[in-house]
């Protein structure tokens, strides 16, 4: 790790040809002769601490220059609409730098790129139409986070690219069919209608990103062709309807689907709009990691074969019309058993969520947050606002890594599992509006990372329990609607203390106590005559004894004098 400025002599290295200082903490500013090393080839200063305006005398003399990398540094690029670099640049590295509202005019130049990141460099403009024709070779293209408004062409991407990252601008109209050599598309945060459309046979999708779009019509059938390719799937938020397509099974290699606030169904051939989930999604989809169909039409009941995904750890089925009860199998799911730190898979997906700034918003602690670099670290499970019977399942009290678990808003009878303590990862418990009844168990106090828990609205009885991590909850409302609940933190006191919190005296007890009785008696029998005894052995002297009593009164005279 380098730290402090470049000095301003490296001009003077008139032979350098690389010069590589990534991934430092340098600070201050580029010095203008660094546009004096004509020899050199690759500048990458990315990923420190600069602080500078760069102008066109930086890159003067660098006539030879093939990757610039600036990006991830507080640096303003100030060259006029007129500029033309001396260079031909293969990779041009920009993002986070200051490039102003407009459109780099400059890269009209530069029809020669391989990779181009324009990220988060504040344009405000629209795309002209010739910088899709600039580049034939380009692989890598990321205009994100920008304001860049406009429609993107139907032939927007040159054969070879790969990677494509659009999210967050301000992209409108219809969504112009993939490209055929597309690995990674993420349009996501934009404005984008229309249908799905995929260009030919020949893709090569690994990675497609359209949620928070307009997006409607169904997803089509044809994304089954991705077959052992596609790992990361993200359709949510956006106007998709219909069935999804049976010959999913043949994702074998997906790891993360999330259709949520959408308004799909599943028809499994009985001609039902709002059918099952799928039985298929447990029998093939055997690394799948992420789940998520909430907000959707699903009814009928959990199928089993959704236990199978041993590798989920995040299931989220919430506010559908699931029916029947929770599948007893529901402990399978190994990633929620151990800790998903030691996750090799998971950790292997984080390369998707980093790079890819997937995020995922999930709810826990009550509310609904998007969950994004940490993502792979997450367990959950919500089944909420569904329609589920039956009793919480034994099996569930396995998934020892479980962080976070919503079963409310579902008609779930029975108790709560005596052993529930034994979810020592807990962060989160939601298992309020259900019809839940006797005691709430001791072992919940065991829950030492539990920071949030809602079992308002069932019909629980009985002293609530204290102790560790309890103590912390002190919230009246966690509890309300159960009527036969009494203790802290309620105002309803219990009529029975029983034996833990107050406990019944004996008869040796009664003894002891009587004693104790009798003792303050004599003390206070014998207080009394020494009092009265005191009391007159000093005055009585001074009543009858003249001279003393005119001692006594000029000494008290002199101490007030």
């Given at each position: 790790m380098i730290f402090g400025s470049i000095p301003a002599s490296i001009g003077r290295l008139s032979l350098l040809s690389q010069l590589y200082l990534s991934q430092n903490q340098l600070n201050g500013t580029i010095s203008k002769n660094i546009g004096q090393l004509s020899e050199l080839k690759v500048l990458d200063v990315a990923q420190n601490a600069l602080q500078d305006t760069i102008f066109e005398h930086h890159f003067a003399n660098l006539v030879k220059l093939e990757q610039l990398d600036m990006s991830s540094n507080s640096l303003v690029l100030n060259v006029s609409s007129e500029w033309v670099p001396p260079f031909h640049l293969k990779i041009i590295g920009l993002g986070s730098c200051r490039l102003g509202g407009h459109f780099p005019h400059w890269l009209y130049t530069q029809n020669n790129f391989d990779a181009l990141n324009l990220s988060n460099t504040g344009i405000s403009d629209t795309i002209p139409d010739w910088f899709w024709n600039l580049s034939s070779q380009a692989t890598l293209l990321d205009l994100s986070q920008n304001e860049?408004?406009?429609?993107?062409?139907?032939?927007?991407?040159?054969?070879?690219?790969?990677?494509?990252?659009?999210?967050?601008?301000?992209?409108?109209?219809?969504?112009?069919?993939?490209?055929?050599?597309?690995?990674?598309?993420?349009?996501?945060?934009?404005?984008f209608t229309g249908p799905i459309v995929f260009g030919n046979d020949e893709a090569k999708l690994n990675h497609l990103f359209l949620s928070n779009n307009q997006i409607n019509g169904s997803i089509p059938s044809f994304i089954c062709k991705f077959g052992d390719q596609l790992a990361v799937l993200d359709l949510s938020n956006n106007q998709l309807s219909g069935e999804l397509p049976i010959c999913w099974n043949n994702l074998t290699m997906l790891m993360v689907v999330n259709l949520a606030n959408n308004n799909l169904s599943v028809d499994l051939g009985q001609n039902n709009l709002h059918g099952n989930v799928p039985t298929w999604l447990g029998e093939s989809l055997s690394s799948l990691l992420f789940l998520r169909l909430r907000s959707n039409s699903f009814s009928g009941a959990i199928?089993?074969?959704?236990?199978?995904?041993?590798?989920?750890?995040?299931?989220?089925?919430?506010?559908?019309?699931?029916?029947?009860?929770?599948?007893?199998?529901?402990?399978?799911?190994?990633?929620?058993?151990?800790?998903?730190?030691?996750?090799?898979?998971?950790?292997?997906?984080?390369?998707?969520?980093?790079?890819?700034?997937?995020?995922?918003?999930?709810?826990?602690?009550?509310?609904?947050?998007?969950?994004?670099?940490?993502?792979?670290?997450?367990?959950?499970?919500?089944?909420?606002?569904?329609?589920?019977?039956?009793?919480i399942p034994e099996s569930l009290l396995r998934l020892l890594g479980l962080q976070s678990l919503n079963l409310s808003e579902n008609h779930l009878t029975g108790n709560i599992p005596s052993k529930i303590g034994d979810l020592r990862s807990m962060i989160s418990l939601d298992l309020s509006r259900n019809e839940l009844s006797g005691q709430i168990p001791p072992s919940l106090s065991d829950l030492n990372f539990l920071g949030y828990l809602n079992l308002s609205f069932n019909n629980l009885s009985g002293r609530i329990p204290t102790g560790n991590q309890l103590q912390t909850l002190n919230d009246a409302s966690i509890y309300m609607g159960n009527f036969n609940l009494c203790g802290p933190p309620i105002s309803q006191e219990c009529t029975d203390d029983g034996p833990s919190q107050s406990p019944s005296f004996t008869s040796e007890d009664n003894k002891d106590e009587a004693g104790d009785s009798q003792e303050m008696l004599w003390l206070f029998l014998g207080i009394a005559p020494g009092f009265v005894l005191g009391f007159w052995m000093v005055w009585g002297i001074l009543l009858f004894k003249r001279n003393w009593r005119i001692a006594y009164f000029l000494r008290l005279d002199n101490l007030f004098m």
């Open positions: 860049i408004r406009g429609m993107l062409p139907m032939n927007f991407a040159s054969s070879n690219i790969s990677d494509i990252n659009l999210s967050s601008n301000l992209f409108e109209g219809p969504l112009p069919p993939l490209p055929s050599n597309i690995q990674s598309l993420d349009l996501t945060n934009n404005s199928p089993p074969q959704i236990c199978n995904l041993s590798s989920l750890q995040i299931l989220d089925l919430a506010n559908n019309y699931l029916t029947g009860h929770i599948p007893e199998c529901i402990g399978n799911f190994s990633n929620m058993v151990i800790n998903p730190n030691a996750s090799q898979q998971a950790l292997h997906v984080m390369e998707y969520v980093i790079d890819y700034k997937y995020s995922l918003p999930l709810v826990k602690n009550g509310m609904e947050r998007e969950y994004t670099n940490n993502l792979p670290l997450v367990t959950n499970m919500d089944l909420s606002s569904n329609s589920l019977v039956g009793e």
